[in-house]
C-alpha cells in the first residue's frame, strides 16, 4: 500500500511538473531555440586575436543584443570562435550581431553602376587602395561586386577606397575617410517619413559635430558616402551645411537591419574581423 501511494505521488508530481513547463512555454516564459552561428576572429593583419580581443568582442556582441532589445541572447567563445545565438532566431538576427560595424563617412570621388562580367574578380587592400589613378581605374572595371570581401571592415581608413554598394548593384572610388564612426555619440533605427524607409539617425560627438560640419560646408552639391564594413550603404549628396551634429544614414535596410546597426553604432565595432561559418 505505502508502495502504491508512493508511485502514484511521483506520478502526480510528473504530471503537475508537465502542466507547469506547458503553461510557461505557451505563456513564453521559456527560451525558444535559435540556430547558433559561428564566426572565426581575425585581426585586421590577419592573425588570430588574443583572448582578452575575444572577450572585449563577446561584451560588444551582448551590448548590441541587450540595445536591440535581444536579452535571451548567449554569446560563446571558443578559442578564436565567437558563436551567437538569439532565442527564436533562424540565424539572421545572430548573423547582423557579428558584423563589425566599422563605419567612415567618406566623399565620393567617382562612382558607376556595376556590371558583371568574366574575368571580374574581388581584389584586396595593395589594388583597391592604391593612390595611382590608374590602378584606381583599373579597380573600378574590374571589382567583382558578387564575391566576398576580403576587406571587409578592415579597409585603412586614411588611403581611398575602391568598393562596391552593399546592395551589389554599385561601384565607387571613396576618398579618405572624413569622420570617423567612433565619433557617433548616439544612434537610433527609425523610419524617414520622406523616403518610407528605414535608415538610422546618427548623432556625433563634439569632435565629429566639428568634422562633419567642416566637411558638409566644403562639399555642398557633392556625394558623400556612409561605408559599413568597407561597403556602401547609402551615398546621399550634400544639400547645405549640416552643423547641428546630428545626420541619418537612409539606405537598403530592413526595420531590423536598421536597428541591429544602430546598436552597433552605439556599442562601438568588434575589435576584430568575424566570419560566419557556414
Do not use: H, W
Not at 536579452?71 to 558584423?99: Q, W
Not at 558578387?146 to 577606397?161: C, I, N
Not at 546598436?263 to 565595432?269: D, E, F, I, T, Y
Request: glycine share 10%; hydrophobic share 40%.
Amino acid at each position: 500500500m505505502s508502495s502504491s501511494r508512493s508511485i502514484g505521488r511521483a506520478v502526480a508530481a510528473v504530471i503537475v511538473a508537465l502542466m507547469v513547463a506547458a503553461g510557461a512555454s505557451a505563456c513564453g516564459g521559456q527560451d525558444k531555440s535559435g540556430t547558433a552561428v559561428a564566426f572565426v576572429g581575425r585581426n585586421t593583419d590577419g592573425t588570430i586575436p588574443s583572448a582578452a580581443t575575444m572577450d572585449q568582442a563577446r561584451q560588444v556582441v551582448r551590448k548590441r543584443a541587450a540595445g536591440s532589445g535581444l536579452p535571451k541572447t548567449t554569446v560563446d567563445v571558443d578559442a578564436d570562435m565567437l558563436t551567437i545565438t538569439v532565442s527564436g532566431d533562424d540565424g539572421t538576427t545572430a548573423r547582423l550581431l557579428g558584423e563589425t560595424g566599422r563605419v567612415l563617412i567618406r566623399p565620393v570621388l567617382s562612382t558607376k553602376n556595376f556590371q558583371p562580367g568574366p574575368g571580374k574578380t574581388m581584389p584586396g587592400k595593395e589594388i583597391r587602395q592604391s593612390a595611382d589613378p590608374a590602378t584606381q581605374t583599373a579597380a573600378l572595371a574590374g571589382i567583382d561586386c558578387a564575391r566576398p570581401d576580403p576587406l571587409r571592415g578592415a579597409d585603412d581608413a586614411t588611403l581611398p577606397l575602391v568598393t562596391c554598394a552593399n546592395t551589389g548593384d554599385a561601384v565607387y572610388l571613396l576618398g579618405p575617410a572624413a569622420v570617423d564612426g567612433r565619433e557617433i555619440a548616439d544612434a537610433k533605427g527609425a523610419m524617414d517619413t520622406r523616403t518610407a524607409r528605414y535608415g538610422v539617425t546618427v548623432t556625433f560627438t563634439g569632435l565629429g559635430t566639428d568634422q562633419f560640419a567642416r566637411f558638409t560646408t566644403a562639399n555642398v552639391g557633392k556625394q558623400f558616402a556612409f561605408a559599413v564594413d568597407s561597403q556602401v550603404v547609402s551615398a546621399p549628396l550634400v544639400q547645405a551645411p549640416t552643423v547641428t551634429g546630428e545626420t541619418q544614414i537612409v539606405g537598403n535596410f530592413t526595420k531590423d537591419a536598421a536597428d541591429s546597426l544602430a546598436a552597433a553604432l552605439c556599442s562601438g565595432a568588434l575589435p576584430a574581423i568575424f566570419t560566419p561559418q557556414g
